[in-house]
């Protein structure tokens, strides 16, 4: 069986699929506030998913994160956890949640195989909370997190992403709330992906090694080779068990060890996050339902044209106009 490997010689073991595009919340940095959805003729069903996501694990995919836009909130997507969750060379499956449905998913997702999950969070006090994500409400999500801890998946991570002069002052308390309940923690640095004017992506700009500054003035941060497969890099904290990650798309570009593609709920699947080529797999599954050897071919294509990498400028209008809900982050 073919593998995935792209002109530059990187493996393709990751898949991000996103469910859905729809989302309970409207942060500030993903979307605009008034955003609209896609009909859903246009969106994949779960068969659909399913049957990309089985193409993809025969073709030596071994992570696949289950992402959006909110993917809990996508109808019976338990049913596509499940399919995904019994592929046997599929060697993690996972997602990443808002955590606003959390705790009424929590263990239904263990038993479908997900071990580890991703919950974004991005303050602690419920005011910034709801500013920042304009619905959201802190409490569901934080006991989206407890249920989540109480269910007992292998580990959990928090993602924050950071901005200044917002939730910059929280960057600690965020982090200790991580320490104290043994929980890993990623800081993710803004990316301009579609076009926003809440605030100035330029201005609100946080980079890794700042928040490293100031983490490092209240613990030791120990650099780690650590890797959950994805582009986070670790750092260890003496006497805890957290990881402390850092995602760094602009101060320290990850893009030479990309290991990983995207297929948008359209059916799209983004070659990477920071530019436009992509191949149409929608219009292959639906002219062709049932034929894996075409879609293969769409998707070996899909390798000879992924970017070497991308070029993110937060001071210029974004190049960039999907968001990132629509992206599936
Ligand atoms: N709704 C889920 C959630 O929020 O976790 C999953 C989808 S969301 C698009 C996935 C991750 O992307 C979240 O951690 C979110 O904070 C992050 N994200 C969204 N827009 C971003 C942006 N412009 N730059 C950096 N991270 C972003
Ligand atoms: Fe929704 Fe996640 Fe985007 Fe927030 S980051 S609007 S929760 S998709």
Known sequence: MAELIDRFGREVTYLRMSVTDRCDFRCVYCMSEHMTFLPRAQVLTLEELAFIGETFVELGVKKIRLTGGEPLIRHNVEELFDHLGALPTLQELTFTTNGSHLAQYAERLKQAGVKRINISLDSLKPDLFKELTRIGELQQVLAGIEKARQVGFQ????????????????VLDLLR??????LDISYIEEMPLGSITEHNRGEAFCSSQHLRDMIGQEFELIPTSENSGGPSKYWRIPGYNSRVGFISPHSEN???????VRLTVEGRLLLCLGNEHSIDLRSVVRNHPGNKDKLIEAIMQGMSIKPERHYFELDNEPQILRFMNTTGG
């Open 254 to 260: 990850f893009c030479s060890t990309c290991n990983r």
């Open 177 to 182: 709330f991580a320490l104290d309940r043994g």
């Open 155 to 170: 580990r959990i991570k928090l993602n924050a992403v950071i901005l200044s002069g917002r939730n910059s002052a929280e």
